[in-house]
């Protein structure tokens, strides 16, 4: 019985120094942080695949320049001032972030703005966006 006691507190004991970082420089809470420092760096390096922005990138902009060209001037006026259209070169009502102008683009607004996502790319409205840039320097 006093064996079986004594057994008890070396594993006990055994146990703690093993689960306490201060003693043995390990435990769960440093593989946790290693996986989640993991799965940022994919993650990171997922949104750099997908660009999320053509700002400044010339190419894009001409191509985006081209799809406003013949989506989007007979309602904006070929400059973004607007017409039937709101002027996009002054203070958006819907909001000036990107995020924003994505939705107006991709999901239409109710007053006339028609939705784009089934025409285009999601791709396709970055370039268009970045273009719409240009308008409103
Ligand atoms: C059929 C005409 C029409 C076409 C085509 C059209 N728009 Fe619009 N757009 C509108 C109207 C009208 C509004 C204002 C909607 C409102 O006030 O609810 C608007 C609003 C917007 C807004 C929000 C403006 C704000 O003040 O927040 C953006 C951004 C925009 N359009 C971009 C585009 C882009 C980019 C294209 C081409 C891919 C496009 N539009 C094509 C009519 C059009």
Known sequence: MTAFFILAIIFVVGYVVLYTPAISGWSYYKIFEKKMADA???ASSEDAREKKSFSGDEAAIA???KIYASSCAVCHKKDGTGGMGSDLT???Q???TPEDIYKSIAN?????M????????????????????????
């Open 114 to 137: 028609p939705p784009f996502k089934q025409q285009l790319s999601k791709t396709k409205i970055l370039k268009v966006m970045a273009f719409m840039e240009t308008l409103r320097k």
């Open 90 to 92: 002054a203070e958006l």
């Open 63 to 65: 191509e985006g320049a």
């Open 108 to 112: 239409g607004r109710e007053g006339g």
């Open 40 to 42: 940022q760096a994919v």
């Open 94 to 96: 819907f909001g000036a």
